[in-house]
Nanobody, 115 residues
Framework: LHLVESGGGSVQTGDSLSLSCVGSGRTFSTSHMGWVRQAPGKEREWVASINWDGVSTYYADSVKGRFTISRDNTKMSVYLQMNNLKPEDTAVYYC?????????WGQGTQVTVSS
């Protein structure tokens, strides 16, 4: 499973940004998908995840109420809508897939939020 993120950029506090992750591979539609971020000098932090059919979603407390994860299996895509962005959201955001015992990562997309 190959994952490619897009949509990162530089915004100001309070702005919104939408990330996309397109997958290739026949396991996408049955994979548990998520977003993980890594800020400079910090370890990777799980942000949000969604089960294979999009029914169940999960969020870190730090983004709950501001971020929304969704997926479209017909487009082999997963999205992260980020609203009311804060400087502490600045990080490289990675798309993550888990299928059975295998894990897959995208190359990451930078999100920078200035105050």
């Amino acid at each position: 499973l190959h994952l490619v993120e897009s949509g990162g950029g530089s915004v100001q506090t309070g702005d919104s940004l939408s990330l996309s992750c397109v997958g290739s591979g026949r396991t996408f539609s049955t994979s548990h998908m998520g977003w993980v971020r890594q800020a400079p000098g910090k370890e990777r932090e799980w942000v949000a995840s969604i089960n294979w059919d999009g029914v169940s979603t999960y969020y870190a407390d730090s983004v709950k109420g501001r971020f929304t994860i969704s997926r479209d299996n017909t487009k082999m895509s997963v999205y992260l809508q980020m609203n009311n962005l804060k400087p502490e959201d600045t990080a490289v955001y990675y798309c993550h897939a888990r299928w059975l015992a295998s894990e897959y990562w995208g190359q990451g997309t930078q999100v920078t939020v200035s105050s």
